[in-house]
């Protein structure tokens, strides 16, 4: 009878407790039980590793996917579901070829051949993904799969950059070069030889306006992030542009400058002027003769502060602006070069306000002017000098020169 219960309890798969009865089959029911319960401990404990390693699986930046020996799906993670446009759930157990049909994977997966990766366009993300496949176990395969979009973007634009340096740095020394052979092997008037010296020297300085540029860009990208306790007041960045604006302006636009007078900064005070003052030349040159450059200080409501280059000049066509970032590019290359631009200045405003925690914002229509604005976050900002009054102001404007 005993041995009948005992029997009983492991056809019902051990559910509840062995049954507790004296002698040899209590004893066996007892051991039984303990070894059965044992080994849900460690079955659990399994599935508990299990779920922690999928779990690390799931959060990888990458893609993950296991293939049986008949290349169907046996699990993926979400990312790796993103690059070749699965469904985790529904495609589980399909064949990946019956659901990826590029012909670059399809063929790199039944070449056998993986020592090296291939890039193919990801029916999911639309973008360029790298797939690495790494066989294991009895024709097994593990696909690693990262999107590298982002990184054959920065590849373009790096090789653009080459070559862009190398065009403008041999444009003028090819000038200065016929202007060394002419001066050489021609007889020139006193007037002619100087004309020829001022060419000469206006290629000079375009080259180093260049160098000048292609450092501070380098030295941005190379440096630590701008101190944030150092407080640089806005009013004095203003004073020092302003007297390069009225510089190069001659007396040919309204340049205002106001709202500063209490404000501050925490940056790195020469990258902030450079900034500053990329925006502002850029508004003087672009500005046709009796045009205005308003230049503002604004402390927002959520505590973040703009600085503000409006302008009267000629404007920008919205397909330029989203590219109007980007080294080297020009709307108008050879406006930009006749009024001494290199290409850069934008680029280097924007790495400035981001390396501050802040941004670059574009607003421009053609012949109703451009804004840009450098918006800081509220971290970076400080509305008062210690004892100033923050509700004052400061307006100046020039006049123009009538004559």
Not at 217 to 236: F, K, M, N, T
Not at 253 to 276: K, M, N, P, T, Y
Not at 366 to 383: D, E, H, M, N, T
């Amino acid at each position: 009878w005993r041995g009948h219960r005992f029997m009983d309890w492991l056809r019902r798969q051990q559910e509840g407790p062995a049954p507790r009865d004296a002698g040899f089959w209590g004893e066996v029911g007892y051991r039984v039980e303990r070894s059965v319960r044992a080994l849900e401990r460690r079955v659990d404990a399994e599935h508990a590793h299990l779920d922690q390693f999928l779990s690390a699986i799931e959060a990888s930046p990458n893609g993950v996917m296991l293939l049986d020996a008949s290349d169907q799906i046996e699990w993926c993670n979400s990312v790796a579901a993103d690059h070749f446009g699965l469904d985790p759930l529904r495609d589980r157990r399909q064949r990946i070829t019956n659901l990826v049909r590029s012909p670059v994977f399809v063929t790199y997966l039944q070449s056998g051949d993986y020592d090296e990766a291939v890039n193919f366009t990801g029916p999911g993300s639309g973008g360029t993904v790298a797939v690495l496949i790494r066989p294991y176990g009895e024709g097994m395969k593990l696909v690693l799969s990262q999107d590298i979009t982002e990184r054959e973007r920065n590849d373009a634009m790096r090789r653009d950059f080459v070559a862009n340096v190398s065009h403008e740095i041999r444009t003028p020394l090819t000038v200065l070069a016929g202007f060394i052979e002419t001066m050489g092997s021609l007889p020139l008037t006193e007037a002619e030889r100087r004309r020829v010296l001022e060419l000469m020297s206006q290629q000079t300085v375009r080259m180093q306006t260049l160098v000048g540029d292609l450092l501070t860009l380098a030295q941005l990208e190379g440096s630590p992030r701008p101190p944030a306790d150092r407080w640089v007041p806005v009013h004095r960045l203003f004073a020092q542009v302003r007297s390069d604006a009225e510089a190069l302006s001659s007396g040919r636009h309204a340049l205002r400058f106001s709202g500063a007078d209490v404000a501050q900064i925490a940056g790195a005070e020469a990258e902030l002027l450079s900034a500053l003052a990329n925006l502002v030349n850029n508004a003087v040159r672009y500005t046709p003769s009796g045009g205005s450059v308003d230049v503002s200080w604004t402390l927002r409501s959520d505590g973040a502060g703009e600085i503000e280059v409006r302008d009267s000049g000629i404007g920008i066509a919205r397909e330029h602006l989203p590219r109007l970032t980007e080294r080297f590019y020009r709307v108008d290359g050879s406006r930009s070069r006749d009024t001494g631009g290199t290409g850069l200045g934008l680029s280097i405003v924007k790495h400035v306000a981001q390396r501050h925690g802040g941004e670059l914002e574009v607003r421009s229509e053609p012949g109703k002017g451009s804004s840009f604005k450098l918006i800081f976050p509220a971290a970076r900002v400080r509305g008062a000098e210690p004892g100033g009054d923050a509700r004052r102001t400061v307006q100046s404007a020039d006049r123009i020169d009538a004559a």
